[in-house]
C-alpha cells in the first residue's frame, strides 16, 4: 500500500475485491443485490476521493494569498489611528488583541490549506490502520498470507 500513487483510491479497490470476492449467504441475507449496492457504494466513495484529492492539490493562487496578507497588515495599521479618539491609551491593548486574533485566523487558513500535506503525501496511515479489518482465517491476499487474528498485511 506504500507503494501505491493513491492511498485512498488503493483502500477503495481493495474494499471492491472484498466485497467482489464475498460469497452468497445461504439464508438470503447477502446475494448479489447487496453486493451491487455495495460495489455502488464504493465507487461513489471513489469519486468522492478523487474530488478531495482534486481540490486538495489545487493551492490557493499566490496572488490571493498577497493580498490578503497585505489588506490585513494595512488595515491592522491604521486601526490604532481610527481608535484612539474613542478609547485614549486603551487603544494598545485593544489593537494587540485584535492583531493577534486576525493574524491568527490568517496561519490558521493557511495551515489549513495544507494540513493534509506531508511532503507532497496525504497522511493516510492513521486512517488506512483504523480501516483496516482482521483478516479472515486463512485468507491469501495481495501482499501475503495471514492467520486467524492477524491483520491484512498492506501497509
Not at 500513487?5 to 439464508?27: F, H, N, Q, V, W
Not at 493516510?124 to 498485511?153: F, I, N
Request: with cysteine; proline share 5%.
Amino acid at each position: 500500500m506504500r507503494q501505491s500513487s493513491s492511498r485512498p483510491l488503493y483502500l477503495c479497490k481493495r474494499m471492491a475485491a472484498e466485497i467482489t470476492a464475498a460469497r452468497d449467504a445461504g439464508d438470503g441475507s447477502f446475494s448479489s443485490r447487496e453486493r451491487l449496492m455495495g460495489l455502488g457504494l464504493v465507487n461513489q466513495l471513489g469519486s468522492y476521493v478523487g474530488a478531495c484529492e482534486r481540490l486538495l492539490q489545487t493551492p490557493v493562487p499566490l496572488n490571493y494569498a498577497r493580498h490578503t496578507s497585505r489588506f490585513l497588515t494595512l488595515w491592522c495599521l491604521s486601526l490604532p489611528v481610527s481608535l484612539v479618539g474613542t478609547m485614549g491609551l486603551l487603544v494598545v491593548p485593544v489593537t494587540a488583541f485584535v492583531t493577534w486574533c486576525l493574524f491568527g485566523i490568517q496561519e490558521i487558513g493557511l495551515f489549513i490549506e495544507h494540513c493534509a500535506l506531508d511532503n507532497g503525501d496525504i497522511f493516510m496511515d492513521q486512517l488506512s490502520d483504523q480501516v483496516r479489518p482482521p483478516c479472515p482465517a486463512k485468507r491469501r491476499v495481495e501482499e501475503g498470507v495471514c492467520t486467524r487474528g492477524s491483520y491484512v498485511g498492506v501497509t
